[in-house]
């Protein structure tokens, strides 16, 4: 079955510490999509990052980056000199063809509550 | 500007009664969604409806209701029938219903049932 897990349900961390949250995810299909969410406390999710099971390259943009592992199934989120303004719930999902054919739906994990202390 | 509009921000009914939780976009996507979020909870999908006039159940649609007029607006009715209406409930749209594509969403509605 599809299934995306955030095993952290919250981290706290001091202002300037890096910090890594977790994702491993569970799907049959060989061509899926993993997605990478922030919630902040206003509500709205906002889109981060989109990468294909093909694409195996880590991405950097400023001072995050995600690492792609196919061989462990994880798809994991770096913050590096964290801020207090990255304090938020933030989410992994996956896009596959659970609803049948090409449809996009999003499966989420329960997400991962980060609080940046100054 | 473009986005996706939900109103209200909070919205408190009372037990027994329907209430339409709207949503409007200007970003000219095909596909729209709503999901629920529960407290520590991921986003579960309610509705989803990759082009007008067309809408399909996503894994939690008891109790709900939608309706596809216009490609701008996927208003969600939360009908009395739905055991544990009070949540927060986010709208989203994709350019279309492929999986390829990623979904913005709107700031949400917090609805409340006493």
């Known amino acids: 079955a599809q299934k995306v897990t955030q095993a952290q349900t919250e981290i706290s961390v001091v202002e300037k510490e890096d910090v890594t949250l977790d994702c491993v995810y569970e799907t049959r299909d060989t061509t899926y999509y993993l997605f990478w969410y922030k919630q902040p406390p206003s509500g709205e999710l906002v889109f981060l990052i989109r990468?294909?099971?093909?694409?195996?390259q880590n991405e950097i943009s400023g001072r995050y980056s995600w690492n792609f592992q196919k061989s462990t199934s994880s798809f994991n989120f770096t913050i590096t000199a964290s801020q207090v303004v990255d304090s938020a719930v933030y989410f992994c999902?996956?896009?596959?063809?659970?609803?049948?054919?090409?449809?996009?739906?999003?499966?989420f994990g329960k997400g991962t509550k980060l609080s940046v202390k100054p | 500007d473009g986005g996706i509009t939900q109103s209200p921000k909070y919205l408190f009914r009372k037990e027994g009664q329907n209430v339409t939780l709207s949503c409007e976009q200007n970003l000219n996507h095909d596909a729209m969604y709503w999901y629920r979020q529960d407290p520590g909870q991921g986003l579960r999908l309610i509705y989803y409806?990759?082009?007008?006039?067309?809408?399909q159940k996503g894994d939690i649609a008891e109790g709900y209701s939608v309706s596809r007029e216009k490609k701008e607006s996927f208003p969600l009715t939360v009908t009395s029938a739905q055991k544990n209406p009070t949540a927060f409930y986010l709208c989203?749209?994709?350019?279309?219903?492929?999986?390829?594509?990623?979904?913005?969403f709107g700031p949400g509605t917090r609805l409340t049932v006493t």
């Open positions: 409806s990759q082009i007008v006039n067309d809408f």
């Open positions: 990468r294909n099971s093909f694409d195996e």
């Open positions: 999902a996956l896009s596959d063809s659970n609803y049948g054919g090409s449809q996009g739906n999003l499966i």
């Open positions: 989203a749209s994709s350019i279309d219903g492929g999986r390829s594509y990623e979904q913005y």
